[in-house]
């Protein structure tokens, strides 16, 4: 039978890492590009045989800044992809852009190959907060991005949580971004992770607390409405159809195939993931073993818990009726006594069950409820 699925490639290089990044991303070894890619090529070649049978109708260029990359490696990286696997002919190819890393060419060269959907990473239009978290570009590098993008299906990353911002400041850079030509905004709350040089700031009590990273959420949310963009995941709004299918798939519980270092996969319910490290990765390749370093087959509760997980994260909600079929259960008999308890914070629209649009963005609580049970 013939089974959907996304790929997801992480290209590893940057100019320079922003200050919350916990991203495997390697500034300085831009040098090892050809190499690294020549690996990610071949490990593909390795899974070429066990997913004959997917279909794939996603491919999803992440990192890392892929655009720092040459543009002729992603061309190849397209071509490998092509080659070995069942993409569609109408598959969502996304890659992520740094507004500081584009040109003229690299566009045109990745539209000539069939990239149909770009990934901007503005979040601020504010030039003091973009250097504050060592973005490499300022506002003027993003338009300059947005108006070779003039046309095509993009969208831009907001990022909110971040130091001394304001509602105004949030309003102000999801207004540049659509004013600018995208049609989809990935609003981010920014999450200081210990290791990374913004948690002293955190530490430090620098940055917004939870109540005023909600509110900025709301100020966001708002403004987005306003301009005639749906929530559908809790940090996903877009126009009417400009959905991302990649991440849609992710949030269905899909099944995704990942290459290269760090990269996640989850493929007939076992997850796993690459090795974390770039000289390990490259040793595996050469002597022709997969670079993966931790695998697990999901069980029964695990796979329910994720499927309520991820669909409570969207708009839409759970699909009772679906789940029921799934797992041979009754959603209401089995988390009866956890409905009761967050039951105020439920709303039900046909078969969905959904969390109400007022709690969605502190969602995580109310899910939790589910693996407790």
């Known amino acids: 039978m013939e089974k959907h699925a996304g790929i997801y490639v992480h290209i590893p290089f940057c100019v320079h890492k922003c ?3 916990d991203f495997t991303s390697f500034p300085d070894k831009i040098d090892l590009a050809e190499s690294y890619m020549a690996c990610v090529y071949r490990e593909m070649s390795f899974r070429k045989q066990e ?28 071509a490998s992809a ?15 852009l740094n507004p500081g890393t584009v040109n003229a060419d690299k566009i045109s060269l990745y539209k ?27 506002t003027q590098d993003y338009i ?16 909110i949580g971040l130091k001394n911002q304001t509602a105004a400041d ?22 200081p992770e210990d290791g990374t040089p913004i948690y002293t700031q955190y530490l430090n009590g620098e940055l ?11 100020a966001g949310y708002n403004r987005l409405k306003q301009l005639g963009f749906s929530r559908y995941e809790v940090s996903n709004f877009c126009k009417a159809g400009k959905e991302s299918r990649h991440n849609l798939n992710y949030w269905h519980r899909g099944e995704y195939i990942g290459f290269g270092v760090s990269a996640s996969s989850c493929i007939n319910n076992v997850r796993f993931t690459n090795t974390f490290d770039l000289d390990e990765y490259f040793k595996c390749i050469f002597t022709e073993h997969l670079p993966v370093v931790n695998s697990e087959e999901i069980d029964l509760e695990g796979r329910k818990f994720e499927t309520i997980m991820l669909a409570l994260r969207t708009a839409q909600g759970l699909d009772t009726v679906k789940f029921n079929l799934d797992f041979a259960t009754d959603f209401y008999k089995e988390f009866d006594s956890v409905l009761k308890k967050v039951g105020q914070y439920l709303q039900t629209n046909g078969n969905f069950i959904k969390i109400k649009d007022e709690y969605l963005f502190v969602q995580n609580s109310i899910i939790m409820e589910f693996l407790q049970s």
Do not use: W
């Open 170 to 191: 949030v309003i102000a850079t999801i207004d540049l971004a659509v004013n600018s030509g995208a049609s989809h905004i990935s609003m981010y709350a920014l999450t």
């Open 51 to 78: 997913l004959k049978d997917y279909t794939f109708n996603t491919l999803y260029i992440g990192g890392g800044t892929p655009s720092v990359v040459d543009e002729s490696y992603i061309a190849m990286l397209v």
């Open 144 to 159: 300059d991005c947005a108006k070779l993008l003039k046309g095509c299906n993009f969208n831009a990353d907001v990022m």
């Open 19 to 21: 200050s919350y990044c």
């Open 208 to 218: 917004p607390d939870s109540d005023e990273v909600a509110a900025l959420y709301d």
């Open 82 to 96: 092509k080659k070995n696997f069942n993409l569609t002919k109408d598959a969502e190819i996304t890659i992520e």
């Open 112 to 138: 000539k190959v069939g990239i149909n959907r770009f990934s901007v990473g503005l979040q601020s239009a504010s030039d003091s907060q973009l250097q504050d978290i060592g973005r490499i570009h300022n």
